[in-house]
């Protein structure tokens, strides 16, 4: 059976090369933990707005000859 991940924590700061400290659990108790027991948390982001930029000056990406 393998072990349930939790969280997302964040990370207030490295301790030693494979050490973190975490943001405190819901008891308030900061947690160090080893590199080995931490998993990166992709998730969406909100709120945030994407641009899309259209360079139009190249047309060769259009297949037209400049």
Do not use: F
């Not at 990370?11 to 008891?27: A, F, M, T, W, Y």
């Not at 998730?43 to 400049?66: L, P, Q």
């Amino acid at each position: 059976m393998s072990r349930k991940w939790i969280g997302p924590y964040t990370i207030l700061r490295k301790q030693g090369e494979h050490n973190s400290l975490i943001r405190p659990d819901v008891k308030g108790k900061k947690r160090l933990v080893h590199v080995n027991n931490l998993k990166r948390c992709y998730s969406a982001a909100e709120n945030v707005r994407y641009e899309t930029i259209i360079d139009t000056t190249d047309a060769d990406i259009m297949g037209k000859e400049k």
